[in-house]
């Protein structure tokens, strides 16, 4: 496991991490961190509106579970894109239908990882988005 740590690539972007699964957050945190994110963490949907509007241009990507308490993963999606159409949205879920996940692909989510997900396939692809994809922080 040594090895292939040093092969993920992280970077000092801040990252919202939007799961109602408590077992998930701590890892997930950790590992974030360990790999240079700053990582802030939204227990169902209506939290993590809050946070995205309360923290203008500051997240970077947010990484966002489909089913969830309160506001699902798909209303969730929508409103945050309401106020802010470049947002990175990149989905994450083990249950939820290959039409939901397409409707966000193609409404501008940057991506979707079925879970289980390894921490080295999840720093893979947030690291393409956010290369490809990079925020534009604090416009002037």
């Known amino acids: 496991m040594s090895s292939s740590k040093k092969d993920i690539r992280?970077?000092?972007?801040?990252?919202?991490?939007?799961?109602?699964?408590?077992?998930?957050?701590?890892?997930?945190?950790?590992?974030l961190q360990n790999l240079g994110y700053s990582v802030l963490l939204a227990e169902n949907g209506l939290d993590a509106v809050e946070i995205y509007k309360s923290n203008p241009g500051q997240i970077d990507l947010v990484l966002l579970?489909?089913?969830?308490?309160?506001?699902?993963?798909?209303?969730?999606?929508?409103?945050i894109k309401s106020f802010d159409p470049d947002?990175?949205?990149?989905?994450?879920s083990g249950y939820v239908?290959?039409?939901?996940?397409?409707?966000?692909?193609t409404q501008g989510a940057r991506g979707f990882?079925?879970?289980?997900?390894?921490?080295?396939?999840?720093?893979?692809?947030?690291?393409?988005?956010?290369?490809?994809h990079p925020y534009p922080k604090k416009r002037p």
């Open 87 to 92: 947002a990175n949205v990149l989905l994450s």
């Open 65 to 79: 579970d489909m089913v969830m308490p309160k506001l699902g993963g798909h209303k969730t999606f929508y409103q």
């Open 10 to 31: 992280g970077g000092s972007e801040t990252i919202l991490v939007v799961d109602d699964q408590e077992t998930i957050w701590d890892f997930l945190i950790e590992a």
């Open 97 to 105: 239908s290959e039409e939901e996940v397409n409707d966000l692909l």
């Open 113 to 132: 990882l079925p879970k289980p997900h390894r921490i080295s396939t999840l720093a893979t692809e947030m690291r393409k988005i956010l290369d490809e």
